[in-house]
């Protein structure tokens, strides 16, 4: 099956760095978009960057000019490096991966176990 592992998460302080890597593996045909999510602790899972297999990416606005998001194709791998990090980006970060298994069957979304992220002094 396909599986997403995710790594880079931690403890750091404001206005430090992280990067996140997301590798998928497994039976894959094709990936179209990846992309990270956040959770906080009783909020909704939302959106915080995505990326198409062309390369054309998509920000929320709270972490612009702030988070990259960039992607190996050959690889099937996604990074976030994610910089001038504050306390409000504490959260659970969960890879998707849109991913086509064969030729018989429709594209759905992949989820890894999600990475913590703690932003704190």
């Known amino acids: 099956q396909v599986q997403l592992l995710e790594s880079g998460g931690g403890l750091v302080q404001p206005g430090g760095s992280l990067r996140l890597s997301c590798a998928a593996s497994?039976?894959?045909?094709?990936?179209?978009?990846m992309g990270w999510y956040l959770q906080a602790p009783g909020k909704r899972r939302e959106l915080v960057a995505s990326?198409?297999?062309?390369?054309?990416?998509n920000y929320t606005d709270s972490v612009k000019g702030r988070f990259t998001i960039s992607r190996d194709n050959a690889k099937n791998t996604i990074y976030l490096q994610m910089n001038s990090l504050k306390p409000e980006d504490t959260a659970v970060y969960y890879c998707?991966?849109?991913?086509?298994?064969?030729?018989?069957?429709?594209?759905?979304?992949?989820w890894g176990q999600g990475t913590q992220v703690t932003v704190s002094s």
């Open positions: 990326i198409t297999s062309g390369g054309i990416t």
């Open positions: 998707k991966a849109d991913v086509k298994t064969t030729v018989f069957v429709r594209r759905r979304g992949y």
């Open positions: 497994g039976p894959i045909f094709n990936i179209n978009a």
